[in-house]
């Protein structure tokens, strides 16, 4: 659905894409992270057909964004970090003059308006003129507009920006119920543990080159290293002396618990745990060390430049 084959961009003696290659594919949900200015808002722009890149190509929906750019445009559906709402229309109004702009019929965007307003808990407000709106209810406004004509392909930049944590876990449950065999998404983001939730790849971007692209579990191995394994015991361990099976490694210990990493948790983890028992140690939970996205973030943007780009399967 998505497609870039070292897509650039240069404005004069800046380079603000550089050779950035993404895959999309139907049903998939790609998170395109990275500090301000790191390249990710004109990406979007060139896989919208609002700015011609320099060098490279991409497809969208199955159309190329240079000589294909009224088709694209057709296709895709654009959540801006400025929304460009006009504040003196009603919320109706607004849809309804965006839904001609598509060709729509009449009775079919009236429907699909009034389903979006419904959804986004919105139709007691659809006669307020926009100016009048909240600051989370323009966002919700604005995530309809894109919606409105069903695209296959969606861009979407910041889209729980602003929002109370009840509109934004309605548009978070949206853009989950948005994934299909037919449609593919693009968020950008500054919510780490949002991506984490709702993407099937991250890419991280930097001074304009894809440093990071992959799954979340995948980055995580990658650059975070194998995973750590922590046992709870009833009894304070200061004093006592344990042992752990081959293939394991205890990493660091406290009063009542220990970490470890283990070569092979599916056949290493259960020898642990037996072991303990055996040795008269109480057990009382196994579970793995929960790893953030924020850590793989920070460690990705803290490499240096000449690091080789991380990409893992």
Request: with cysteine; aromatic share 6%; charged share 25%.
């Amino acid at each position: 659905m998505i497609f870039t084959n070292n897509l650039s961009k240069q404005f004069d003696e800046f380079l603000a894409v550089d050779d950035v290659t993404l895959k999309v594919g139907a049903g998939e949900v790609l998170a395109l992270l990275g500090p301000n200015g790191a390249g990710k808002t004109t990406t979007v722009r060139m896989l919208t057909s609002v700015l011609r890149p320099t060098r490279g190509s991409a497809r969208v929906a199955g159309f190329d964004i240079i000589t294909q750019a009224q088709q694209v445009r057709a296709h895709v559906g654009v959540l801006t970090e400025n929304h460009g709402l006009y504040n003196r229309m009603p919320a109706e109004d607004y849809l309804d003059f965006y839904g001609q702009i598509y060709q729509q019929a009449p009775e079919i965007r009236q429907r699909r308006i009034q389903e979006l307003l419904e959804h986004f808990s919105l139709p007691i407000h659809s006669r307020k003129q926009i100016g009048e709106y909240s600051k989370g209810m323009r966002q919700k406004l604005a995530l309809a507009r894109a919606l409105l004509h069903d695209p296959p392909v969606l861009l979407l930049d910041e889209p729980t920006s602003a929002m109370d944590p009840e509109s934004a876990r309605l548009v978070r449950d949206a853009i989950r119920n948005l994934r299909s065999a037919e449609r593919a998404i693009i968020i950008c983001t500054h919510n780490l543990a949002e991506a984490e939730e709702l993407a099937d790849q991250i890419a991280i971007i930097r001074r304009g080159r894809i440093i990071a692209l992959g799954s979340p579990q995948s980055l995580k191995a990658r650059l975070l290293g194998p995973a750590e394994y922590e046992l709870r015991l009833a009894r304070n361990l200061n004093g006592v002396a344990f042992a752990v099976p081959p293939g394991s490694q205890v990493t660091t210990r406290g009063d009542d618990w220990v970490r470890f990493r283990v070569d092979d948790p599916a056949e290493g983890n259960p020898l642990i745990l037996r072991s303990f028992l055996e040795q008269g140690l109480p057990v009382i939970g196994l579970q793995e060390v929960p790893r953030s996205l924020e850590q793989v973030y920070l460690q990705a943007i803290a490499a240096p430049d000449d690091l080789e780009a991380i990409h893992a399967k």
